[in-house]
């Protein structure tokens, strides 16, 4: 059975800093992975898409990695702003027609 | 725009009696999720259909069911509420077919609290 951990659990830094977010999981033969944005009293956001093929996603500031051999995936925000402010969660998908496993979700704040 | 609507955002109910989550999607996916959010379990599976007429048990289906008449529509019902059913529902939607990449959309979510 597929689990899908991320850590830390939450996290708090100074705006404009670098930061990494990571997800693990522990069945490296995925279809793909998805990272979501949620904010309090909302829905998820998808932000990016790592189909199994690749190696990487950009989009603006956020940049998604997998590396499926070590069941590994980070999410790297540049100048975090407090916008940025929400909690990151990670899916894997085993295959085309599988539901997603998800993660805890990482809670950040970004102070101004 | 395509989008992913739930309805109600917001239920309150007894125990006991059944209740309706709806679920409507412009997008014309063929796949639909139902999760529930909970605090210390992330987010569950509970059911989940490929397509019309087609329907899956998800890893908390207990006490719970969905029909799929058409593509835009999969309702959650709830047979006989339990306070246990209390959380947050989201709806979901994709499509894998063609070149699709399988990406998952959600709605905003149905806050149940029974009582």
Same mark, same amino acid.
């Given at each position: 059975?597929?689990?899908? %951990? ?5 996290? @708090? ?12 999981? %522990? ?9 979501f944005r949620q904010d309090p009293g909302k829905g998820l956001t998808s ?5 199994? @093929?690749?190696?990487?996603? %950009? ?14 995936? %980070? ?11 929400a909690t ?25 | 725009d395509a989008e992913i609507t739930q309805s109600p955002r917001h239920k ?9 989550l709806a679920c409507h999607q412009t997008?014309?996916? +063929?796949?639909m999720f139902w999760y529930r959010q ?5 987010l ?5 259909? /490929? ?12 006490? /719970?069911?969905?029909?799929?008449? +058409? ?5 959650l ?10 959380s947050v529902y989201f709806c979901a939607s ?10 998952l959309f959600f709605g905003e979510g149905s806050r149940l609290?029974?009582?």
């Open positions: 059975k597929q689990e899908v %951990t991320q850590i830390p659990a939450a996290l @708090s830094v100074p705006e404009g800093e670098n930061l990494v977010l990571n997800c693990s999981f %522990t069945d490296s033969a995925i279809y793909n992975l998805q990272w932000l990016l898409l790592i189909q199994s @093929s690749q190696r990487e996603q %950009t989009s603006g500031r956020l940049n998604a990695s997998l590396d499926k051999s070590s069941g590994r995936s %980070t999410l790297y925000i540049a100048a975090s702003q407090p916008g940025d402010s990151y969660l990670c899916a894997v998908k085993r295959d085309a027609g599988n539901m997603l496993t998800f993660g805890g979700g990482t809670r950040l704040m970004v102070k101004p | 309150i109910t007894e125990t006991g009696r059944q209740v309706t997008w014309n996916h +063929n796949n909970d605090l210390g379990h992330g569950r599976l509970i059911h989940y259909s /490929y397509g019309v007429q087609d329907t899956n048990k998800g890893e908390v289906s207990d006490g /719970y069911s969905v029909s799929r008449s +058409n593509t835009e529509d999969l309702p019902t709830l047979e006989s509420a339990a306070s246990s059913q209390t994709s499509d894998f077919q063609g070149q699709d990449t399988g990406e609290t029974v009582l």
